[in-house]
């Protein structure tokens, strides 16, 4: 199945101006999958029903900001959708039968493991035989957003993060992420998931490859690595991404003793993901509580005006979280 990632644009030839009011090729696959879904209990947006017309007037420029059915899909092999049941935002995403993901995704969705509530790997909702591909599966799973819409506030919610997402991997020891983890925030509260395992492997002590988010130092096709290693340098350097990267340094001293123990270039000096949560668990309970409460400013600035209102908000914001800021990350991992 070929992977086309590029957003969807289709343009006017005169004025170069998308034109949402007809189908990109890659979008009419889905027209002939509405049916299909609809009877398994999902529903697409009205611009993949089949006969679909603009709801929006001939003259309309910008028809995304107030139409739905003018939003394009930004991967040919993903989509969103609705749960006829309950109304659920889903999202499905196209994959082979053969790929390794299907297998890690049954894996996940075992009894064991899907009721775990410390499991953070994305729930599977169901599984659908595609009815347009030869060996296409459709994947059905939760709605997510990505971790920075909206941007974490205070170190607390990088916290909690980091204690979900190393957690994680003390949840799933057999299930090594080859993949720089992209870890996913749920739209109706935080809670973060680990996605995509097309490049994960199932019980293996060595691997090789090259693929991946994080060009971490030990990849090769040709010498065995140590993908739990890798794991934990990933994730580590994920941290640093989502933080380091966004926010001021100085904002972020607290948690960079973490960051440095688990991204050593040598694999060998790198701390197991036990290792790397003890160390975590012992670094925050030595910090005060105004430490976890404290307002991040980006790299961006802000100004005088910007500044103030953004302080009485956070201060007004930050009494309700004071009741709560280290109740979850005191909790031992049993």
Known sequence: MADA?????????DNGIIN??????VEIPWTARYEFLKSHGYLLRPRYRPGWKPSWPPAERNPEYRYEDASLPLHSKRLDAHRVSDGRPVFLKLTLGSSPELGIARILASPTLKDDPRNHCVPLLDILEDPVLPDGVILVLPLLRMIDRPPPATIQEFVSLIDQTL???????DLKKILAPRAIREVERVSYYFVDFGLSTHQKSLTLGLAGQEDAPELSEKIPYDPYKLDVYILGMAYKRVFEYIYRDSDF???????????????????????????????????PDEEFTKRLVSHAGETTSERIWNDIEHTIWTRWLSHW???RTAEPLT
């Open 325 to 327: 800021t280290r109740k």
């Open 253 to 287: 001293e607290c948690l960079q003793p973490l960051t440095n123990f688990m991204t050593p270039i040598d694999p060998t000096a790198r701390p197991t993901a036990r290792a790397a949560y003890d160390y975590f668990k012992n670094l925050i309970s030595k910090l």
């Open 5 to 13: 990632t590029s957003s969807i644009a289709l343009k006017d030839q």
């Open 167 to 173: 957690e994680a991997y003390l949840r799933t020891p």
């Open 20 to 25: 949402r009011s007809k189908l990109d090729p």
